[in-house]
């Protein structure tokens, strides 16, 4: 688990293919590595990593193809830069949300406008992700954890404020450039929660409209 707190920017050092995924050696920066070990987990733009080898100027990880095939790692060169968190620990601050580190979609940067001393940013989520995204709530883009300040269909907007920018890749960010989306792990499990005893039916079932009305939550 996560925080959505970025504490490096670090950047692809290196990526090797290897039997149909990639083996990538990321730059931590000024990551301290001293207390990771073997096997501990990294998130690179909100992407959970294992650590395989320690070089001791950052980490190797293996991208499986599920990875490449789900996320924006695969447009990533050498040379690009990266967000960096290590794993939470019972003792951290929870400075941000609760991130899994598992993308749920790759979203797009749609424009970049300036808003006093900060950015602006309207990103446009996978239709299927639209229902997770509501006013004032917590989205994680590229493992960062961001407050959401509107909300129109499957876009949405972003307020960065000149801090993140410097900590973050966001300052990067230009229209066209794709994301790694994980919404709030929270409206995940109250989908999951209002199915009751559907939950054990086949998952085609879903949630409806005519669902949320026959349970009250909408007017019939």
Not at 13 to 32: E, F, Q
Not at 47 to 64: H, K, M, N, R, Y
Not at 167 to 180: F, K, S
Request: charged share 25%; hydrophobic share 45%.
């Amino acid at each position: 688990m996560f925080t959505g707190i970025i504490e490096a920017i670090g950047s692809i050092r290196a990526m090797t293919p290897k039997g149909g995924d990639v083996r990538v050696h990321v730059a931590t920066g000024k990551l301290d590595l001293a207390d990771v070990k073997l096997g501990d987990s990294i998130a690179v733009n909100g992407i959970c990593l294992t650590a395989v080898e320690l070089p001791g100027d950052g980490f190797w990880a293996d991208v499986s193809r599920e990875t490449l095939t789900r996320t924006a790692f695969v447009d990533l060169r050498v040379g690009t830069r990266v967000n960096l968190e290590k794993a939470l620990t019972p003792t951290s601050r929870l400075g941000g949300h609760l991130v899994s580190g598992h993308v749920d979609g790759v979203g797009e940067i749609v424009a970049r406008a300036d808003n006093a001393r900060a950015i602006q940013f309207r990103v446009r989520a996978p239709a299927e992700l639209a229902k997770y995204i509501a006013f004032k709530g917590s989205i994680t883009v590229d493992g960062t954890s961001l407050t959401v300040n509107a909300v129109d269909g499957a876009e949405f907007e972003l307020t960065i404020v000149p801090h993140t920018l410097q900590e973050t890749i966001m300052a990067d960010y230009q229209a066209g450039r794709r994301v790694n989306l994980e919404v709030d792990l929270l409206a995940r499990y109250l989908e999951r929660l209002l199915l009751g005893d559907k939950a054990a039916e086949p998952a085609a079932s879903g949630i409806t409209a005519s669902f949320l009305a026959e349970h009250g939550y909408l007017n019939k």
